[in-house]
Structures are given as structure tokens and as C-alpha cells.
């Protein structure tokens, strides 16, 4: 019966790369044509595969709708929370988790810091959408076009001396945190605040959310809080792996900085 399962369940990622025909399933599977067809047969019964008029099978409308379903009923918060505490209680620094919706960046889950100094930042509250690292990450993944349309409209307010000036510095951090995969807030927002941050993707690559430490440099050094970036992105590769279903990324593939 396992045999039978696990033989059922391979076609499907073969007919993910597009229609085929029963001669293919059967050499990919290795089984004779007739062991071939049954197991089709069973799957389109259960709307997980559909025959289509020149004989080739492709996925079913029902295993998409599934896939949709499920996709929507998880909450990303609810997942992330036990790895934000566990990455708390390994630095004992402020983690956030952000999300983008209606063109605002707002927090969706904070686990304080055990130091006395703490950030004020809420659950619900939007962030400074100019400077925050993790709003950096959610519209660096926005289309170029759709990214270029959001710099041109917002307001770039002087926070510190360095804050984004403008569209164009603003583009460019967007760029920035694009190819690297990371972004940072070193005083851009508060003098005496930085932030590290890294993003959440989902099953097809986008970012769903982007989740960050934050530590005040009476507590951390920029400098001392950025060694933490691999411990950051390695949970966030973890969250993005429970979110997804797909194996996170290995320490050793991701790109830190110099």
C-alpha cells in the first residue's frame, strides 16, 4: 500500500512541468503502462489529475483549489511566533515580524527584549515605511513598476541624518535589499536604534512577511548586532520552510555580509 502511495504521489510533480502522456508516466514511475493507469485513473477520480482530449494528463483543478485553500487558512504569525521567541531567547534582543498590506508595512507580532531599554513599536502599528529594514524587504519584492509608482508617492521625513532622503536613495536601498536578501536600519528611523532583518517567502519564492532584531546602541553596537544577521536568516529560512513546505536554506548557502 505504501508502494502504491508514494508511486501515486510521484506523478504529480511530473505533471507540475506540464501535461503527459501515460507512456511518460510510466517511465518516469518505472512501472509497466497498465500499473500506470490505474494509479491515474484513481487520482482523476479524486480530481487530482484531468485527462485532457489528446490523452495527456495534467493536474486537476480540484488538487489546485486544495492547494489554494490551504494556502490561505495559514497564518504566517502563527507560525513564525515560536521561532521569533526561540531567536529572542538565543540574542535576547527586540524581533518583529511585518507584512505588507494596503501599501503599509505593519507589525504583526513583537517579542520584547530582556534588556531594560526596550522600542516602543506596536502589534498593528505601521512602520516607518522610508527607513525600517523590514519595509525594505517587503516592497523590495514588489514589481519594478509597482515599486517605482510607491517611491514617487510617499514623503521621505528627515527621522535622523540618516534617513532616506528621497525616491531615488529610496529605490536604490530597495535594489540593495533585493540582491542581497537582507536589509538593515542603522539610525535611520531612531540615532540610537539598529535593526537587522530578513524575509519569509512563501512556496513560489515571493515574501509573504519579514521579521527583524532591533537593539538600542547603549545595549549593541551596529556593528555587534549585525553579527547576528546569519542567526536571523537562518530563522527566517526555517519559518519559510515550515510556511512552504520547501527545505530551508543551508547555513552555508547564504550570502552574509563581508
Not at 88 to 108: D, K, P, R, W
Request: aromatic share 4%; glycine share 6%.
Amino acid at each position: 500500500m505504501s508502494q502504491t502511495v508514494d508511486r501515486a504521489l510521484s506523478i504529480l510533480p511530473l505533471l507540475a512541468e506540464g501535461p503527459a502522456d501515460l507512456g511518460q508516466v510510466a517511465d518516469r514511475l518505472g512501472v509497466h503502462k497498465s500499473t500506470a493507469l490505474r494509479l491515474l485513473r484513481t487520482l482523476h477520480e479524486h480530481g487530482m489529475v484531468y485527462r485532457q482530449s489528446d490523452q495527456r494528463y495534467r493536474l486537476g483543478a480540484r488538487l489546485i483549489a486544495l492547494a489554494q485553500e490551504a494556502m490561505e487558512n495559514l497564518d504566517i504569525r502563527e507560525i513564525a511566533h515560536p521561532h521569533l521567541v526561540r531567536l529572542n531567547e538565543q540574542c535576547g534582543h527586540t524581533v518583529h515580524l511585518a507584512v505588507y498590506e494596503e501599501n503599509e508595512v505593519l507589525y504583526i507580532d513583537k517579542v520584547e527584549s530582556r534588556y531594560p531599554v526596550r522600542m516602543y513599536s506596536r502589534i498593528g502599528k505601521p512602520v516607518a515605511i522610508t527607513v525600517a529594514a523590514v519595509a525594505k524587504l517587503l516592497l523590495a519584492d514588489l514589481p519594478e513598476a509597482e515599486r517605482r509608482a510607491l517611491a514617487d508617492k510617499l514623503d521621505y521625513p528627515a527621522y535622523t541624518a540618516r534617513s532616506t532622503p528621497n525616491a531615488p536613495a529610496f529605490l536604490r536601498e530597495l535594489e540593495k535589499a533585493r540582491e542581497q536578501g537582507w536589509a538593515t536600519d542603522l539610525g535611520g528611523h531612531e540615532e540610537s536604534i539598529n535593526c537587522v532583518a530578513a524575509p519569509v517567502r512563501g512556496a513560489d519564492g515571493r515574501v509573504v512577511a519579514a521579521m527583524s532584531v532591533s537593539a538600542p546602541n547603549v545595549v549593541v553596537t551596529a556593528d555587534e548586532l549585525l553579527t547576528l544577521l546569519p542567526l536571523v536568516r537562518r530563522t527566517a529560512d526555517v519559518i519559510s520552510g515550515e510556511y512552504s513546505g520547501r527545505t530551508p536554506v543551508k547555513d552555508s548557502e547564504a550570502k552574509d555580509p563581508a
